[in-house]
């Protein structure tokens, strides 16, 4: 498989794990105090998938296995690159903050990581 296929696929296995991390609990809790409502309604709306235009984590994962990037993904669907970028970068950020809070990186490592995480989202969305 194609490397660069690789790090597209990654990071969206990232970005649905860390959206579904965060939905999870909120979701299964309104779905279980509204039974009789259609449980659709109850799911927030996946950043991830809106800063794409995407309608469907199939949409995107037929996408990026048929080598289209996440910027050709927003490009088709009239949404903002940056968008996504911004997304992933805040998500990343996130990740490597509570790892320093949990001890797992030292201040250096936070440091010199924090510095290249806009670069690196940058060039796996565009796939370069």
């Given at each position: 498989m194609n490397p660069k296929r690789i790090l597209m696929i990654?990071?969206?296995?990232?970005?649905?794990?860390v959206g579904l991390e965060l939905t999870a609990?909120?979701?299964?809790?309104?779905?279980?105090?509204?039974?009789?409502q259609d449980i659709s309604a109850a799911v927030p709306q996946d950043d991830f998938l809106h800063a794409l235009g995407a309608s469907s984590e199939q949409e995107v994962y037929e996408a990026l296995y048929n080598g289209r990037t996440?910027?050709?993904?927003?490009?088709?669907?009239?949404?903002?690159v940056?968008?996504?970028?911004?997304?992933?970068?805040a998500e990343l950020l996130g990740q490597?903050?509570?790892?320093?809070?949990?001890?797992?990186?030292?201040r250096a490592q936070y440091e010199a990581q924090k510095?290249?995480?806009?670069?690196?989202?940058?060039?796996?969305?565009?796939?370069?």
């Amino acid at each position: 498989m194609n490397p660069k296929r690789i790090l597209m696929i990654g990071t969206m296995a990232i970005a649905f794990t860390v959206g579904l991390e965060l939905t999870a609990d909120k979701t299964t809790a309104q779905a279980a105090l509204r039974p009789t409502q259609d449980i659709s309604a109850a799911v927030p709306q996946d950043d991830f998938l809106h800063a794409l235009g995407a309608s469907s984590e199939q949409e995107v994962y037929e996408a990026l296995y048929n080598g289209r990037t996440l910027a050709d993904i927003a490009i088709t669907n009239q949404a903002d690159v940056s968008g996504i970028i911004a997304l992933q970068s805040a998500e990343l950020l996130g990740q490597l903050e509570e790892r320093l809070k949990s001890g797992s990186l030292t201040r250096a490592q936070y440091e010199a990581q924090k510095r290249e995480v806009t670069e690196i989202i940058t060039h796996s969305v565009w796939g370069t």
